[in-house]
């Protein structure tokens, strides 16, 4: 995680530079849904821990400063410790999901199609009802 956070490597300025001219185009909820929907599938794919580094030192800055309009950093913050906590899909999203394949339990074609399936909703539902509700109450 610190590796890609680290100032001196760059890649946080680099995915910052290469993020920001296509997003500042965009309505806020375009961005939010964008936003929520990279955090849920990369937490997927690699730890939460370093989901929430990755993303949030991205995105935050962005928001601070403007290139990201008409978003709220507080509420987008929390949307992106939540879409973090969606991690089931593969087996190394998390270690329970690694060991419920490991195990036997479940094959990893069923946990890939009902995961993406949790995953559908928790995107929707964090965009369109948790994201507008954090505004009002952050």
């Given at each position: 995680?610190?590796?890609?956070?680290?100032?001196?490597?760059?890649?946080?300025?680099?995915?910052?530079?290469?993020?920001?001219?296509?997003?500042?185009?965009?309505?806020?909820?375009?961005?939010?849904?964008?936003?929520?929907?990279?955090?849920?599938?990369?937490?997927?794919?690699?730890?939460?821990?370093?989901?929430?580094?990755?993303?949030?030192?991205?995105?935050?800055?962005?928001?601070?400063?403007?290139?990201?309009?008409?978003?709220?950093?507080?509420?987008?913050?929390?949307m992106i410790g939540m879409g973090s906590c969606i991690a089931m899909a593969t087996p190394p999203s998390t270690a329970p999901a690694a060991m419920a394949?490991?195990?036997?339990?479940?094959?990893?074609?069923?946990?890939?199609?009902?995961?993406?399936?949790?995953?559908?909703?928790?995107?929707?539902?964090?965009?369109?009802?948790?994201?507008?509700?954090?505004?009002?109450?952050?």
């Open positions: 995680g610190s590796a890609v956070t680290n100032q001196q490597i760059g890649v946080t300025n680099l995915l910052g530079s290469v993020i920001a001219p296509v997003v500042s185009s965009f309505s806020s909820i375009v961005s939010v849904l964008i936003i929520v929907t990279i955090t849920i599938i990369t937490t997927n794919f690699i730890t939460n821990a370093v989901t929430v580094t990755l993303v949030g030192s991205i995105v935050i800055p962005l928001t601070i400063s403007g290139v990201i309009p008409n978003i709220s950093t507080a509420a987008i913050t929390v394949v490991g195990t036997g339990w479940l094959d990893t074609v069923t946990m890939f199609k009902w995961g993406m399936l949790i995953i559908l909703g928790s995107i929707i539902i964090l965009t369109f009802i948790s994201y507008p509700l954090a505004t009002i109450l952050l």
